[in-house]
């Protein structure tokens, strides 16, 4: 028996009822994971084998369909209290498409029972229902991980009587099995859905078996259902096809013909011929591949001819045959193109010879088809043959016997019978049925290997570390093919299948129809795509983003005075001095020391913003704010957005005494007035040991020491982004000094990305000939800021600091009686006295007993002593029976604290946290120790070459071992402990998970017009979140032998770049970011060996696709980013961590992504003309007073220009002009904010496709460089017109050109003088500036070209 005929018999699956089968469409079919984790009851006999059960049914029809799954025999153990446990931990993966709530899993239980010198018997002791899908054909709510699942007497054999009824839970004749269940676990696996195509519907199979065409599980896993990895496909050709029939095509047909007619004459009940009679009206033939379960794609048809057709006359391809057999063969005139083989010995590839026959009449001597009589065709299936190619089969002639007869074959079809043993004297007996005989051929770079090939190959491949990034196999040259094997007009009629006439998979004929849909659109065209290799098709942006510099301004005497007499308040010391402004040690001299043994452990932080001013040397388009406000997040405190401040010049219009002036930022009252109070705005964190959690002291050191402040700047009136800073904040470390305070003076900036153009042509797929796209970073203006920091001393601190030891030791035996049991009171003399605390004061399950319904008054308590309350005799009662239920529980948990050991991890998003524990034996025999792990989070490092890494990382000493975890079914880890051994069992924690609080967006949406002045404390207000993790170490029968507690501690993480992005709302955004040389990325080792190490990116989105995609060698890498965008105006705020390392240890970069989803407007114009278009507004649901602001408003006017009142649930018309200054793509951003409460109501992303005017004249001009008082030029312009006309002027460089008259009117024919001023320029360079001359329309009548040279 063949690996094939193997695979077949042994998993035939029960089909549905029919009645399910006959709803069209089939829905999507629903994959799921069911992890059967132990037997738990008091009904289990110790010592006693066990054996699951699982099984598919239909509870609507009463029926049971697919396969019947096996567990393996486990055997009961002891567990507490008072019970018996049998551990399976095994894992079953289905899928099915009958989404109905009537589909049920059904679990029975089977116990191996002896009798005596007969052996054993299998007995079913019980049975429960799994519930698949809810109403409504939904799946099951798979959030919850462990369920119990009930379990009830008999045999699931019972729910085929026709007394039982919907639901089950109600059914009388069902008996629920007391304090017994099945623990299991029931999810949706989406990773199954990759291999439908091989694994058919409602077929259960366990982990630990192999599906054909799937490669085994990585490492020791040996679940390959897991993450499950295809094998590699390999195409053939099926050319030169032919089907010989027994004894002869011609004697074969006619008795199939007589058989045909008498079965029809038996079905009507009439044995005398009627006159019709049956013809062959198509002979096909079904080819597909089929891997013992399932064709792995629906059968190819081909119509088949004899051979007199093709050749009239003659024979083809009968060279060895006789001259009697000439033309008695059915041909395929094209070839058959098969692209899913698989090189495995299951694989096969199977044939069905079908007929389609009708009933004919006689009418004048003619036949009339039965199609004109109103008849469907029939289709029946004849013959049958599978086929495995041998290894190494490249180029070979194939020869294969027919089948016929009873034999199930893979179509599940009735075929028709063999001949019989009588008449085939004349040939062989293996062809007594006829044969079916092609050449074979493949790919001229394939070919057909063995499994064991493939298994060697991924051997080895395993040997290599994991690699994350995505790699596209090398190209495979695609050699021409004939058009496929066509489809006749009879393939069109939809017929009904006969009662005999099982129908095909997918549908018997339906499936045909389908296939005409996408034929080849030429001759040589493959149905199988070829993967080039990797070219962008998108020109990737430079990685420049906002990074945090020197910052520090050294100011004078004069400009302290200066800095004093702005009325700025004062920063005093705890001693209520003020802080003079001290210059800045040297970045990177910090000394942890000097901090540690600081008296002072209390740091009150003050950041205190001054002034906001332009800067004197940039010239960024856009308008000055009138106020702003600051967004940003310090440590793990809550996001900060502050008030709206007002921009204010002073008498002597420098406030810092600096080359560039700045303004003074004032609070504004609610009414949007100024405020009294000093300029300026404060804000104070405190910092005190006493509210940090344990060792965070030493955290928050390293925060100041390595990561920088982000902040935002936004314009408070259009609440449009004006830029951004960062300011380092090693500053604030006060290394042993009771205060220190610096100032700072930041660059707000902000990064302008170039609109993406299509790479079309052999540029896109030319090697290395894509560049970075060129990214702008414009200078908003200065940011004026001081940072302090103020020692204060801290009474007691609150914990201890973490130990710097790797290694967490095991936990000793010493019971400890948990806190909160006692109290403690300092008494008066000094000493300590103790007082022991109410019960209900402790337990609060036991003060909601003692608060629920008390009996009657009338009622009285048994044997309550004389004199005391009935209500005090209850509440004694109940005491008693709570203290009975809950004793062996808090016994069980004094035990398992013993056991207890705690790890606090500081976790920091990307970095892995490593570990080790030390795990002692207690017991004097050899025990099997199973690791579980309840979060995914948290895991242990099987792989030794992992394990030294990190060990190197950390410079631990302890030992490493090779092969030292055993992976058991379920993928739990295992390790073997001799008597008494203490092993170091490693462990990672790395999170890519961001914080809610820090990934929460900040942006203008949601500003108030206050803000809390209080000083925030992290005991009050504190983001980040304790996370609590168990890992138990079990022996057999589940007895922990050691618990993991692992205190997780989120902390802030470095920001090194930041980039926001503006995009289309409800649309995809696609960037590649190129990356820059390795070596110039911080926190790199130098000289790596082999070249450039290879990049690896992590993103704290699972929803966000992120790759990194290498180019080729010596090529740079370039990121890949695909990100889904919200509606309007919705912020998405992520993080991206880049590693150099394939274990992912620690980032080397981690970037901060703003997405802001816009709504989008397409805008085609001319520069210098201009373009009228409207935008419609939508009310919200209460009016408002609203206004349109725009960042661009040289080039873009919005009417109303002022504040309109929007109405509720209104509908308004927002006029706008754009007038674009340059040709080119640009953006501009167009906001509609609500006046009153400074909220954004809607927002536009204006996308301008800009044309350059026609050019009539150019003129060419010297001016010297470096100042002067300019250039007074004149040009003359003729009215073409016969009538007086008005023209309007503008220019796309307003800053280097004026006119002495904006508009000027002229006669017809007459000539105009256009008076012109050039302005100074600083630089030496070429500027072109254009004149646009417009009509009274403001349409572009002609344009002038002055091309100034600066000298």
């Not at 018309?1213 to 200054?1221: C, E, W």
Request: aromatic residues 8%.
């Amino acid at each position: 028996m063949g690996e094939w005929e193997r695979v077949f018999r042994q998993h035939r699956p029960l089909p549905p009822h029919p009645q399910r089968g006959r709803a069209r469409p089939a829905p999507r079919s629903a994959a799921f994971r069911c992890v059967l984790k132990y037997l738990h009851g008091a009904a289990l006999a110790q010592g006693a084998e066990y054996q699951l059960r699982l099984s598919l049914f239909d509870a609507t029809y009463h029926h049971f369909f697919g396969r019947t799954w096996r567990s393996s025999w486990q055997a009961a153990h002891a567990a507490p209290p008072r019970s018996s446990r049998a551990t399976f931990s095994e894992t079953v993966y289905f899928h099915t498409s009958l989404n109905h709530p009537g589909i049920v899993a059904v679990v029975e239980v089977v116990v191996k029972a002896e009798k005596g010198d007969e052996g054993s018997q299998h007995l079913s002791c019980g049975f429960g229902i799994i519930p698949l899908f809810r109403g409504g054909s939904e799946a099951t709510d798979p959030a919850t991980e462990d369920r119990a699942l009930k379990l009830y007497h008999g045999t699931p054999r019972a729910l085929l009587h026709p007394h039982f009824q919907d639901p089950t839970e109600k059914n009388k004749y069902l008996m629920v099995m007391e304090k017994s269940h099945l623990q299991y676990a029931l999810k949706h696996h989406q990773p199954l859905e990759t291999i439908f195509h091989l694994l058919p519907e409602n077929l259960l199979v366990s982990g630990l078996q192999t599906v054909p065409g799937l490669l085994p599980a990585c490492g020791d896993t040996g679940d390959c259902f897991q993450k499950p990895r295809l094998m590699k496909a390999v195409t053939c050709y099926l050319e030169q096809l032919s089907v010989r029939l027994y004894p002869s095509l011609e004697e074969f047909e006619e008795e199939l013909l007589d058989f045909l007619n008498s079965d029809r004459l038996l079905q009507v009940s009439n044995a005398v011929p009627d006159g019709d009679q049956v013809s062959i009206r198509e002979r096909r033939l079904h080819v597909g591949v089929h891997n013992g379960l399932r064709f792995v794609r629906v059968p190819q048809v081909a119509v088949l001819v004899p051979e007199t057709e093709v050749v009239p006359g003659g024979c083809r391809g009968a060279s060895g045959s006789g001259a009697r057999d000439a033309g008695q063969a059915l041909v395929l005139r094209s070839r058959i193109h098969l692209s899913e083989m698989v090189p495995h010995p299951a694989f096969r590839v199977c044939f069905q010879l079908e007929y389609v026959l009708s009933s004919t009449g006689r009418a004048g001597g003619k036949a009339v088809p039965g199609g004109a009589r109103g008849e469907g065709a029939d289709m029946r299936s004849v013959r049958w043959a599978v086929w495995s190619p041998d290894p190494g089969t490249a180029d070979t002639e194939v020869v294969l016997p027919l089948r016929g007869g009873a034999c199930r074959g893979p179509c599940q079809a009735l075929v028709y019978r063999t001949p019989a043993s009588s008449r085939s004297s004349r040939q062989g007996k293996h062809v007594e049925s006829g044969t079916v005989q092609f050449h074979v051929s493949t790919d001229s770079e394939e070919h057909l290997v063995t499994a064991a090939e493939i298994l060697c190959k991924d051997r080895d491949e395993s040997e290599q570390p994991p690699t994350p990034s995505l790699r596209v196999p090398a190209p495979r040259r695609v050699s021409g093919s004939p058009r496929g094997p066509g489809l006749s007009v009879s393939q069109l009629m939809a017929s009904p299948q006969g009662k005999d006439q099982t129908p095909l998979q997918d549908g018997g004929i339906t499936h045909l129809e389908a296939d005409l849909g996408s034929p080849d659109t030429e001759p040589g065209a493959s149905d199988q795509l070829r993967a080039l290799p990797f070219t962008p098709l998108q020109v990737p942006m430079a990685a420049v983003g906002l990074q945090a510099g020197s910052s520090c301004v050294s100011l004078s005497r004069a400009s302290l005075a200066r800095l004093h007499a702005a009325g700025f308040p004062e920063i005093l010391d705890r001693n209520q001095e003020p802080v003079e402004i001290s210059e800045p040690a040297e970045l990177g001299s910090f000394n942890p020391r000097l901090e540690e043994a600081d008296p002072l452990q209390g740091n009150e932080i003050i950041l205190q913003f001054l002034a906001f001013g332009r800067d004197a040397q940039g010239s960024v388009e856009g308008p000055w704010p009138r106020t702003i406000f600051l967004t940003f997040q310090f440590y793990r405190f809550p996001p900060v957005t502050t008030p709206r401040l007002q921009l204010v010049i002073t008498e002597g219009g420098s406030v810092t005494g600096l080359t560039v002036p700045a303004q003074l930022l004032v609070r504004l009252n609610e009414d949007g007035t100024l405020g009294t109070r000093p300029p300026g705005l404060q804000l104070k964190y405190m910092v005190d040991p006493a509210f940090l959690r344990p060792g965070e002291q030493r955290w928050f050191l390293r925060y100041l020491a390595e990561h920088s402040l982000q902040i935002d700047v936004w314009d408070g009136d259009s609440l449009l982004h004006v830029g951004s800073a960062a300011v380092k904040l090693e500053p604030l470390l006060r290394q042993g000094q009771a205060a220190v305070r610096t100032y700072h003076e930041l660059e707000v900036a902000t990064t302008e990305y170039e609109p993406e153009g299509p790479v079309l042509g052999r540029e896109a797929l030319r090697h290395g000939a894509l560049r970075p796209l060129g990214v702008h970073v414009a200078l908003r203006g200065r940011l004026h800021l001081c940072l302090a920091n103020i020692g204060h001393p801290c009474e007691e601190i609150s914990g201890q600091l973490p130990s710097h030891s790797r290694v967490v030791p095991a936990p000793d035996s010493t019971v400890t009686i948990p806190a909160g049991s006692w109290r403690s009171l300092n008494a008066g003399s000094g000493g300590r006295t103790v007082r022991a605390r109410r019960l209900v004061d402790v337990d609060g399950e036991l003060e909601a007993a003692l608060r629920s319904r008390r009996p009657e008054v009338s009622l009285t308590p048994p044997r309550a002593p004389p004199g005391w309350p009935k209500q005090r005799a209850w509440d004694l009662q109940v005491i008693s029976s709570y203290r009975d239920h809950i004793k062996g529980e808090s016994i069980y948990q004094m035990l398992s604290q013993a056991i207890t050991a705690t790890r606090t991890v500081h976790a920091v998003l990307g970095t892995a946290e490593f570990f080790e524990f030390a795990l002692k034996n207690p017991y004097s025999i050899q025990h099997t120790v199973t690791i579980e792990v309840d979060h995914p989070e948290l895991s242990v490092i099987l792989d030794p070459r992992e394990w030294r890494h990190f060990k190197e990382l950390t410079k631990s000493v302890t030992p490493v071992e090779e092969e030292m975890f055993h992976l058991r079914d379920d993928l739990k880890p295992q390790v073997y402990l001799r008597p008494s051994e203490t092993v170091h069992i490693p462990f990672k924690y790395q999170t890519f998970c961001a914080d809610p609080a820090v990934t929460a967006a900040q942006g203008p949406s949601g500003l108030g017009t206050s803000a809390k002045t209080d000083t925030p404390s992290l005991g009050k207000s504190g983001t980040g979140r304790t996370k609590l993790i168990q890992v138990s170490f079990q022996v057999s029968g589940g007895k922990p032998i050691a618990l993991l507690r692992v205190k997780v501690e989120p902390q802030p993480h470095v920001v090194d770049q930041t980039f926001r992005f503006y995009h289309p709302e409800l649309t995809f955004l696609k960037k590649t970011i190129r990356l820059p040389p390795w070596h110039t990325l911080p926190g790199t080792p130098v000289g790596v060996p082999g070249g450039q190490p290879e990049m690896f990116v992590r993103c704290s989105d699972p929803d966000i696709i992120c790759e990194t995609k290498a180019l080729g060698p010596g090529e740079p890498q370039d990121i890949f980013l695909k990100v889904a965008g919200g509606p309007s105006p919705q912020i998405k705020k992520f993080f991206v961590a880049i590693y150099t390392d394939a274990w992912l240890a620690a980032p080397v970069q981690i970037w901060q992504f703003y997405l802001h989803s816009l709504q989008r407007l397409d805008v085609t114009c001319t520069a210098g003309q201009l373009t009228r278009l409207s935008l419609l507004l939508r009310g919200t649901a209460a009016p408002r007073r609203v206004r349109a602001f725009t960042s661009h408003p040289q080039e873009l006017e919005v009417d109303p220009n002022g504040a309109f009142l929007l109405p509720a649930h209104g509908i308004q018309d927002l006029y706008i002009g754009v007038r674009p200054r340059r040709a080119g793509s640009k953006f501009i951003y167009l906001n509609l904010v609500d006046v009153e409460y400074h909220q954004l109501v809607s927002s536009w992303l204006l996308c301008l496709s800009c044309r350059q005017p026609l050019i009539s004249k150019a003129f060419e001009i010297s001016l010297p460089a470096g100042g002067g008082r300019g250039c007074n030029k004149r040009i003359t312009y003729t009215n073409p017109y016969p009538s007086p006309r008005l023209y309007f002027l503008c220019t796309n460089r307003p800053d280097l050109l004026q006119f002495k008259e904006d508009s000027f009117e002229v006669a017809g024919g007459e000539v105009y003088t256009i008076g012109l001023r050039f302005a100074p320029s600083q630089a030496v360079g070429e500027e072109e500036i254009l004149i646009h001359i417009n009509d009274h329309e403001d349409k572009n009548e002609e344009t002038f070209c002055v091309k100034v040279l600066y000298q």
